[in-house]
């Protein structure tokens, strides 16, 4: 068997493993009452045609104790899903061989296979982005990292969620933006509409990747091409608002954008400080704390800032901006029902291949600890993704922990935490040894490039 055939099989069959993973733990009955509701909008517009709730008994919906459903009457005067476009247009193809519209007919099992579906595309275009800097067996293990030891795999992976969106359309960007050495910035633009679509503030990303890119290769093609297609994005979303609520508003089913700036505005300065730090440190939500191996390879990312590609770094400024903009506009906290983070998975995104493409320059103490932190971190998201039992109410998000919690309910968390780290350890020790002398073939390889 040719190498080219040996590595494919290989990709083939990491994808029917992880799928096979990330659909045992998918949400099948009780969801957060915003998925809920943008799925129950995709399956009445897949099997009626029409977004209208008229005269739906939406008491027979189940949801989960204390929440409610996301539906109220719109400027037409019909009742409908309020929810972003992307979340609802995503669900649509889930349910097109759907029978029936009553509502004992409504399952969530389409919506949350489909986002698995998109989760595993969204790794795929990762691994196109990072292919051709790290060889097929570093690429491998970053994106099973990516896909198993964050939030990804207990939100955007476990039912659809905007985040299942806006997170493929970054994945989109980083592969247009990495394809040849000028990249493909029309296609960036529409995988930034993706993006928007799912979460409108997501614009930010693709704005700053295609003006820093523009920037620094002085040339306008880049921001031209991706604003002028991420555009048309957004009049569509502008267009699918109206059509469904009557107001031409590409927020969709959310506040309006004045909304938004207004609660920036009148936010105190403190408070909007505080609530940013939320987004980063607090216990219950902080993507450092939930994400920590992000910590070990912030000196790796220092040392080779100028050596990275421009769209990685672009991508990760993005990121940054984003991450800005949504703690001026939402509490920090994100809600309940779900464990880890989810308004920091874009971020978190955009910072992938740069911090990816940075872990060759690691020091020594950083790659002794790195293996083992991404085997606690795989153990710690399966506590969440398998056993929907542990989430942070918003008002406990900077004094409680749910990993903590886990360990502290079922002790034997902890231990599986320690076994973890030490086979990942042990693992790569006797599969890639040289990772922790800094000789990696994927280092040498970059050097040479």
Known sequence: MSSPMRRGLAWAVWTLLL??????????????????????GAWRLATTGMPWLDGFPLEAIE??????????????????VFRSPGAIAAGIPAYLWSRGTAPEDFSLVPASVLAVVLTLLTLGLMARALLP??????????????????????????????????????????WAASRSPAGS??????????????????????????????ARRRELRPAVAAGLVSGAFLAGATAWSRWVYGEWDPAGGYASVDVYASRAAEGQRWDQLANLAGLWVSPGRGLLVVTPCILLLLPALARHWR?????????????????????LMNVFAGGTGFYGYRLMLETMACAFPALTLSAHRAGRVARALLPGLLGAQTVAVAVGAVREAYSVDPDEAWRSNALWWAVTDV????????AAALVATMAVRVLAPQWYVGGSAAQQSQQRG
């Open 63 to 80: 949801t989960k104790p204390g929440q409610h459903l996301w539906v109220r009457e719109s400027l037409h005067g019909h009742q409908v």
């Open 307 to 327: 050596g990275l590609p421009d769209w990685a770094t672009a991508l990760l400024l993005g990121g940054l901006a984003y991450s800005v903009v949504q703690g």
């Open 133 to 174: 800097h790290l060889g097929h067996a570093a690429t491998m293990v970053a994106v099973s990292a990516l896909a198993l030891a964050t939030p990804v795999w207990a939100v955007s992976a476990d039912s659809l969620w905007p985040h299942t969106v806006t997170l493929l359309g970054i994945a989109g960007m980083a």
């Open 411 to 418: 002790p034997a968390t902890g231990a599986a935490l320690v």
């Open 185 to 214: 910035w029309g296609t960036v633009g529409a995988f930034g509409g993706v993006a928007l679509w799912g979460r409108l503030h997501a614009s930010v990303v693709v704005a700053v990747l295609g003006l820093v890119v523009a």
């Open 19 to 40: 799928a096979g993973v990330l659909l045992t733990t998918i949400s099948t009955r009780y969801v957060v009452n915003d998925v809920l509701s943008a799925n129950l």
